[in-house]
């Protein structure tokens, strides 16, 4: 099992950048898929981007693709998510995802961005 905890969310201004953190306890990336979806108010849970642990891919929805970058820290077990050019339409709560190769998924307990115009 895992434990996934999110963090570096907060409160900037249109064109601003945020670089989200999403740190692992229990096992090592390496074993899983990576992803960060979000979700704002009143709508569904979507996804953002995603990184094998595995394969060292990644994958981007395109609102994300050229502004934001997943990477991964195998030293830290840390996922990251840099958030450039940010608009207030990305205003959400961001959720960390970690998917194993039979299925199991495990979710952070999200971390809120508030982008204003």
């Known amino acids: 099992q895992v434990q996934l905890v999110e963090s570096g969310g907060g409160l900037v201004q249109a064109g601003g950048s945020l670089r989200l953190s999403c740190a692992a306890s229990?096992?090592?990336?390496?074993?899983?898929?990576v992803g960060w979806f979000r979700q704002a108010p009143g709508k569904e849970r979507e996804f953002v981007a995603d990184?094998?642990?595995?394969?060292?891919?990644?994958s981007y929805k395109d609102f994300a693709r050229g502004r934001f970058t997943v990477s991964m820290d195998n030293a830290q077990n840390t996922v990251y998510l840099q958030m450039n050019y940010l608009k207030p339409e990305d205003t959400a709560v961001y959720y960390c995802?970690?998917?194993?190769?039979?299925?199991?998924?495990?979710w952070g307990q999200g971390t809120q961005v508030a982008v204003a115009s």
């Open positions: 229990g096992r090592t990336f390496r074993d899983y898929i």
């Open positions: 990184i094998s642990g595995y394969e060292d891919i990644t």
């Open positions: 995802n970690a998917r194993d190769v039979g299925g199991q998924t495990y």
